[in-house]
Every structure is written in structure tokens, then in C-alpha cells.
């Protein structure tokens, strides 16, 4: 499934034990993705390789954190992996969404490359439909967490510290037997189903998600990134964060091309 | 989603999962139509062998290939039939089968202009020049598949692969509004190991390409 880079670097650019892998959900407002293209595009990271994958809708473009004409040139698809070893920080990058009932087979094979490139931990951002929120949800903080018990033992006394809300669980029979709970990331995506899974297997997976609803949805990649940061201190957390995030150039146009100027 | 002017776009999909549906158990039966609807939905591809009979598999032989230049969608078909193809220098060496709900093609080999066809020519003059008219529409699911059972067949040393596709000016995003656009107008996307000159400048950012040619 990882396809590495040629590069000088060869097997050293895809060594990523004891990393931390960043990746987004495809979820609702693209939140997710939206905060990993700021990790990317803030952190200069380098691209080590994509995923040859047959689950997600095939895309391509330029490179999409170009700065210059001279880097402009490199093509881009739908699942790229980038990487900064002095942070011990691998991110995958998704770019499109999964074709229909290849979802599954896409968690697991990333889990399993998960599970072979020995990567330490995973974080997942990613968000969920605002208006399924319930009464108490609505007040306060719209950012969640969620860790598997293998990260819990060995971080949950940090969101303690940080006062993060973990993900509320719903009831599984609401109006009939509230006493059951379950998971429910309306609008997450994979979120749920690569939680679940992680869990089953062992693997230290975190979920970072924000409530939020279709729209213009770059203050939410910036709360959602923020958060991320309260934790993993990507960036130096000054008093204003939002200007420290470089806007990547293929966020231009996002609401479609310039005006005609007949229509005035 | 809202745009500037308050119309409301259909944002194309976001999650991509709904609830129920993963919160659903498959029973054998839908395992059973699953499967149905997936080996009506297989790509098959037949060449035409040297001694004239059609085979579904090249395993035995991949074919030399040098140049292959893929045209997808009705225009850029049209652009290969009114300036290239012609009955004496090309030859048909196959033709793609598929169906999906936009389109379903069949194995002839003639087929008229409004037809849906996706047919690969060979030039008599150097064999090793491949061309596929591709006008039928190949859906996501079957994307990947067409593409590792047409590149499956062929040897891939030294291989130039040239995509033509077209695209409406109104999904290009750029500054000015498109309406002013001087159009039809050209852009092209080249890999690292590509390094003739281009004949037309680069699409840029923060526009993309979908679909086949995207593949």
C-alpha cells in the first residue's frame, strides 16, 4: 500500500518506528483534512511517498504547498504521506473520498501498515455534525477527544491536565433504554469504525474532533489544529496561534472562481 | 454548502459513510447481490492477437509498447477520430467491455461516433504505438481496475504515456471570473520524469483532475 518516495534518503525517509502518524478523517466540512494541510503546509514537511490504493476516488494536481514557481511543478494524489523526523511526526494527507463499500478495506490495510512500520501512536482529526449535538453538548467547548485504552494508560492523565472533554457516548436505544451507551460520530466517517478497530488491536490511536456544520469551514481547521496543539506542540503556542499557521496556496478559490463583472 | 452568493452547492461527498449503513450486518443474501453487482460491474478486455482471434489475457506476452495515448471522454475521442485515426495506418487491437449505470459498452469493434466505446489501435508502421479512444464513462469503482488490466498488459520500460481529456471552463477556478476566459484553452500536468517541453502552460492550483485520467 506505501509506496515510497525515490530519494536519496531511500529506506531512511520511510523508517517511521516510534512516529507519531497524524491523519485526517473524511468527515463532515473536510475539517479534518483542511487541519492537516496546515500541519503540512506550517511544517515545510516533506513528502516520503502515497498510498496505492484502490479505495479512494482517483485525483490529481499540482503540489499544493507551493511557495514558488520552482516547486509548483510536483504532481499530487489523493493519499500522500509527508514526514519530519526531527519531530518524529509522520502525516498522511487524503485528498478525496472512498469509493463506496472500500472503506473497510482501506482501515484495515492502513492499520496493518500501521502495525508494521511500528508507528508509536496514532492521531486522528476529524469532525461531526453539529446539529445532532443534544443540550449539553450545544454548551461549552465544541472540540472532543477519544483515546483507545492502550493510549489512555499511557496519556490520559495529560487531557486531565489540559481539561479536554472526552467524547459523550449516546444512547443505544434512545426514548427506550437509556442505559446502554454507545459510540456515534454522526458525519466522522472512518472515524468510528478505525477507533473500534484500533481498540481490538492495541493500538494507541487518539481521536481530536470538532462539532461543526458544512460551510466555510477554515475557523473550524483552525480550532481543530489549535487543539491539536495544546497536546502535541507542533508550533510555539503564543497568545494569537491562528496567524502562526501558513495557509497553503491551493486554499485560494475555495468558493469557486472570481465574479463576472457583467452580473453588476 | 453556501457559496458567496448564497446559492446552496451540493457539497460532494464528505464523510462518504453513512451510519446505517455500517451499523448494518451483511446477510449472506446481500453478500450474495454484492457479489453479483460486482461481477457485473468486472472490466473485461479483449485483444486482438496477431492471428486475428481475440484474448481476454496477455499474461503470456505484455505488449512493447513506447507511446500510448489515451483519449477520455466524447471530445478528446472525437479529436483522435477527426485527426488521427484513419483505417490505413491504425489497426484495432482491442476493446474494453464494461457496464455501470451511466453506460455499457460492447465487444464490437464498430462502432459509430455517438456510440459509448473504449477500443485501443495499434499503427501499423510502428507497433509499438498504442492508442485508446476511450468515450464511455468509466466509474470510480471500475477505475483501478481498467487501469491495472490495461497497464497489466503492456511493458512499462520506456513507456510515454500521453492522457488527453477535456474539462468545462465553468470547473476551473481562477481569479477572473470564467465567463471572460479566452476558451477552449489548454493546460497540461507532467510527472518529474517527463522532460520534453510542454506545449502548453501547467494547471494550476488549486485546480484538479478527476476520474480516468486522474487514475
Known amino acids: 500500500m506505501f509506496v515510497p518516495c525515490e530519494r536519496g534518503g531511500g529506506s531512511a525517509s520511510s523508517d517511521f518506528k516510534g512516529f507519531i502518524l497524524l491523519m485526517p478523517a473524511v468527515s463532515v466540512g473536510n475539517v479534518g483534512q483542511l487541519a492537516i494541510d496546515l500541519v503540512i503546509s506550517t511544517l515545510s514537511m516533506t513528502k516520503v511517498g502515497y498510498f496505492y490504493t484502490d479505495c479512494l476516488v482517483p485525483m490529481v494536481g499540482n503540489n499544493p504547498y507551493a511557495t514558488a514557481e520552482e516547486n509548483s511543478m510536483e504532481l499530487s494524489i489523493n493519499a500522500e504521506v509527508y514526514s519530519l523526523p526531527s519531530k518524529k511526526l509522520v502525516v498522511l494527507q487524503i485528498r478525496s473520498p472512498f469509493i463506496k463499500n472500500k472503506y473497510r478495506p482501506f482501515c484495515q490495510t492502513l492499520l496493518s501498515w500501521v502495525k508494521s512500520s511500528k508507528c508509536a501512536r496514532v492521531v486522528v482529526l476529524s469532525s461531526s455534525h453539529a446539529y445532532q449535538r443534544d443540550d449539553e453538548q450545544l454548551l461549552g467547548t465544541p472540540l472532543r477527544y477519544l483515546l483507545t485504552p492502550d493510549l489512555e494508560k499511557a496519556a490520559g492523565g495529560l487531557m486531565q491536565e489540559l481539561n479536554w472533554k472526552e467524547m459523550e457516548k449516546v444512547a443505544a436505544y434512545p426514548g427506550i433504554n437509556d442505559t446502554e451507551k454507545v459510540l456515534h460520530i454522526p458525519g466522522g466517517g472512518i472515524t468510528k469504525l478505525l477507533f473500534t478497530e484500533s481498540c481490538s488491536k492495541g493500538i494507541q490511536m487518539a481521536v481530536l474532533l470538532k462539532f461543526c456544520s458544512e460551510g466555510d469551514n477554515i475557523p473550524d481547521a483552525f480550532a481543530l489544529v489549535n487543539y491539536l496543539n495544546e497536546w502535541l506542540q507542533l508550533i510555539k503556542s503564543e497568545v494569537n496561534t491562528s496567524s502562526q499557521w501558513k495557509i497553503p496556496s491551493s486554499w485560494r478559490l475555495l468558493f469557486g472562481s472570481g465574479l463576472p463583472p457583467a452580473l453588476f | ?215
Not at chain 2, 450474495?32 to 492471428?51: A, G, P, V
Not at chain 2, 471530445?75 to 449505470?101: H, P, Q, R
Not at chain 2, 471552463?169 to 481569479?175: G, I, L, R
Open chain 2, 1 to 215: 454548502m453556501a457559496t458567496f452568493f448564497g446559492e446552496v452547492v451540493v457539497a460532494p461527498s464528505r464523510a462518504g459513510v453513512d451510519d446505517e449503513e455500517e451499523a448494518r450486518e451483511e446477510t449472506p443474501e446481500d453478500r450474495e447481490i454484492r457479489r453479483e453487482l460486482e461481477k457485473k460491474r468486472e472490466i473485461d478486455i479483449l485483444w486482438t492477437l496477431k492471428s486475428g482471434a481475440t484474448t481476454e489475457s496477455c499474461a503470456d506476452e505484455p505488449f512493447v509498447c513506447s507511446k500510448f495515448i489515451v483519449a477520455i471522454g466524447r471530445n478528446a475521442a472525437a479529436f483522435l477520430s477527426s485527426f488521427i485515426l484513419d483505417s490505413v495506418c491504425w489497426e484495432v487491437v482491442g476493446v474494453v467491455k464494461l457496464w455501470n449505470e451511466w453506460c455499457r459498452t460492447s465487444s464490437t469493434t464498430n462502432v459509430l461516433p455517438t456510440d459509448s466505446f473504449c477500443l485501443f489501435y495499434r499503427l501499423i508502421s510502428d507497433p509499438t504505438v498504442l492508442l485508446c479512444q476511450c468515450s464511455c464513462y468509466v466509474a470510480e469503482d471500475q477505475q483501478f481496475q481498467w487501469l491495472e488490466k490495461v497497464f497489466g498488459c503492456m511493458q512499462k520500460e520506456g513507456l510515454q504515456v500521453t492522457i488527453l481529456s477535456t474539462c468545462p471552463v465553468a470547473d476551473y477556478k481562477t481569479q477572473e471570473s470564467t465567463l471572460t476566459l479566452p476558451s477552449p484553452f489548454l493546460k497540461a500536468l507532467k510527472t518529474k520524469e517527463f522532460k520534453e517541453q510542454v506545449c502548453c502552460p501547467l494547471l494550476e492550483q488549486p485546480n484538479i483532475v478527476r476520474d480516468l485520467p486522474a487514475a
